[in-house]
């Protein structure tokens, strides 16, 4: 499975970002996508994801952040609302399945307060 994370940028405090991740290859044995980030010094930690039916939120962007899927173009998106300077870092595209874990390259994120 490869993943293509796109839609980084810069943007101000309070302002909005859409990512993009677009799965492609043995996509048939994804059960589940989601995103992380990893800001400067810190470790990666989840911000949404889709798992089975459900769908889970990091707290710090729950009510904010919006995650969907485009199942006919194999995507997933990231809507960001809101955004604070703490929203700054690389956000990675995760998928999992049968076949074990992948990751997308990441893309940047930066908050300007």
């Known amino acids: 499975v490869q993943l293509q994370a796109s839609g980084g940028g810069l943007v101000r405090a309070g302002g909005s970002l859409e990512l993009s991740c677009e799965a492609s290859?043995?996509?048939?044995?994804?059960?589940?996508m989601g995103w992380y980030r990893q800001a400067p010094g810190k470790q990666r930690e989840v911000v949404a994801s889709f798992s089975g039916g459900s769908t889970n939120y990091g707290d710090s962007v729950k009510g904010r952040f919006t995650i969907s899927r485009d199942s006919t173009k194999n995507t997933v998106y990231l809507h960001m609302n809101s955004l604070k300077p703490e929203d700054t870092g690389v956000y990675y595209c995760k998928a999992v399945g049968l076949l074990g874990s992948f990751w997308g390259q990441g893309t940047l994120v930066t908050v300007s307060s």
């Open positions: 290859g043995n996509i048939v044995s994804v059960r589940g």
